[in-house]
């Protein structure tokens, strides 16, 4: 199905970009194209609307900016919730059409890309015969079920077709930052569960890390990190790797 439509595997800033284009535009003031999507919701910020999809477009093409966090500063009612509450509804809207459909791993709790099971050594043939364009590896917990549940064969590894959802966490996750002395770094990465530290590194690093956490829900779609000035350096440090690496980095 990929290499037959390779839209399937698109990153999230591709597929959000995309999806904010599918909804259509039309010529807005002083060349500002008025995007659709952000109709009837936002008003008299067509020019940071259209900052903010110069920014997606960038980043679907694979350039540096893809490393970054989008920053929406503004006083009280000036539309930055709004901004972001369009998105979410628009990707859940999505990616239930044919034209936005996404499929995981079954059983993954952070939506894990399929094409992560292709091997490496697969993967340069098939960017270069089928333009099929793969970035990542598997999750732990995906990493474990392959070896210990289907015995290393990816062919039995089964596939289902999700719809992002921001009441079940699928795709969409959201963080409020409070005060620094309360703040839980594990409603960022997850939670671990000492019980199963017991096991050898390799079964264990796929059963303890519960991968529950703001992060694991988001991937493969929209974070939202609401007063992100308000976090201390732990925090901060767990968004450089994500951004600049495009890695959860767990605790311990």
């Known amino acids: 199905m990929a290499i037959e439509n390779p839209s399937i595997s698109r990153l999230s800033h591709t597929r959000i970009y995309d999806m904010i ?5 039309k010529p807005g003031l002083y060349d500002i194209p008025i995007y659709e999507l952000f109709s009837g919701n936002l008003f008299g910020i067509d020019n ?13 093409q694979g350039l540096e900016v893809r490393k970054r966090i ?5 006083p009280p009612a000036s539309g930055k919730s709004t901004v972001v509450e369009v998105l ?13 459909a996404m499929y995981t791993i079954d059983g993954c709790p952070l939506q894990e890309e399929p094409l992560h099971l292709v091997p490496t050594s697969w993967r340069e043939e ?23 549940k289907y015995n290393g064969d990816i062919s039995k590894v089964k596939v289902k077709r999700v719809a992002y959802s921001q ?31 017991a096991h050898d590194r390799l079964e264990g690093a796929g059963l303890a890390f519960r991968l529950d956490g703001e992060l694991e829900a988001a991937n493969r779609g929209i974070m939202e990190f609401i007063e992100i000035f308000k976090s201390d350096d732990r925090f901060l440090t767990i968004l450089l790797g994500v951004t600049q690496e495009q890695v959860i980095k767990l605790g311990g």
Do not use: W
């Open 21 to 25: 284009m599918a909804a259509g535009t």
């Open 48 to 60: 940071s609307l259209d900052r903010l999809v110069q920014f997606l477009h960038a980043s679907a």
């Open 70 to 74: 989008f920053l929406l500063l503004g």
């Open 88 to 100: 979410k509804k628009g990707l859940e809207r999505y990616s239930r059409t044919d034209e936005g």
């Open 126 to 148: 098939l960017a270069q015969a089928h333009a099929l364009y793969i970035e990542g590896d598997l999750c732990p917990r995906c990493l474990h079920n392959l070896n210990f």
């Open 167 to 197: 009441s079940q966490g699928l795709g969409i996750g959201s963080f409020v930052a409070t005060d620094p002395q309360s703040q839980d770094l594990s409603r960022l990465v997850g939670t671990v569960d000492p019980s199963l530290l």
